[in-house]
T-cell receptor, first 114, second 114 residues
């Protein structure tokens, strides 16, 4: 079945460490997105990519980095520069040129700083 | 920039009754797309219903329907015959045809009382 796979489901990070969250899709979608979810704040866009080897900053990109070397993959690195990384992270994908279809989401990664 | 506001952080309803969740948005565009997503305790985001702004007819999906008031920039979700499985966070979202990203509201937590 087609879908989006995020891994790991739970991730723990020590202070000063970089960690990478994985996002893989087999829907042949062009665009991929990373959102952060905090209680009471909804979903906020971190980065998005419309095509391979190209990506744009979202509303809260500071302290994060991404790459898009393959159409299927869009990993997110939470760097030590992100001062408050504890949150739930959601990856999503969509077709380009069909905004009426919305997104397909992964099941998320819960990141906790210890 | 477009913004989406959900003014009800929490709502509750008796099983089998009807509940309406509110959403307003701010935009200068005339053409756009609106969505309601459901996030159950599993945290998997599920598309509930979508509405194209150029369509005057309100979208309906089984027990879910919307009241789309374009002039008022309002997009409420009505859930009829509420079921225990409807308990979740509900997010309203806006998408411009000229942008790939979805803009989300803060969410409404819906509780179903048996």
């Amino acid at each position: 079945d087609g879908g989006i796979t995020q891994s790991p489901k739970y991730l723990f990070r020590k202070e000063g460490q970089n960690v990478t969250l994985s996002c893989e899709q087999n829907l042949n979608h062009d665009a991929m997105y990373w959102y952060r979810q905090d209680p009471g704040q909804g979903l906020r866009l971190i980065y998005y990519s419309q095509i391979v080897n190209d990506f744009q900053k979202g509303d809260i990109a500071e302290g994060y980095s991404v790459s898009r070397e393959k159409k299927e993959s869009f990993p997110l690195t939470v760097t030590s520069a992100q001062k408050n990384p504890t949150a739930f992270y959601l990856c999503a994908s969509s077709w380009r040129g069909t905004p009426n279809y919305g997104y397909t989401f992964g099941s998320g990664t819960r990141l906790t700083v210890v | 920039a477009q913004t989406v506001t959900q003014s009800q952080p929490e709502m509750s309803v008796q099983e089998a009754e009807t509940v309406t969740l509110s959403c307003t948005y701010d935009t200068s565009e005339s053409d756009y797309y609106l969505f309601w997503y459901k996030q159950p305790p599993s945290r998997q985001m599920i598309l509930v219903i979508r509405q194209e702004a150029y369509k005057q007819q309100n979208a309906t999906e089984n027990r879910f329907s919307v009241n789309f008031q374009k002039a008022a920039k309002s997009f409420s979700l009505k859930i009829s015959d509420s079921q225990l499985g409807d308990a979740a966070m509900y997010f309203c979202a806006y998408r411009s045809p000229r942008a790939q990203k979805l803009v989300f509201g803060q969410g409404t937590r819906l509780t179903i009382n048996p």
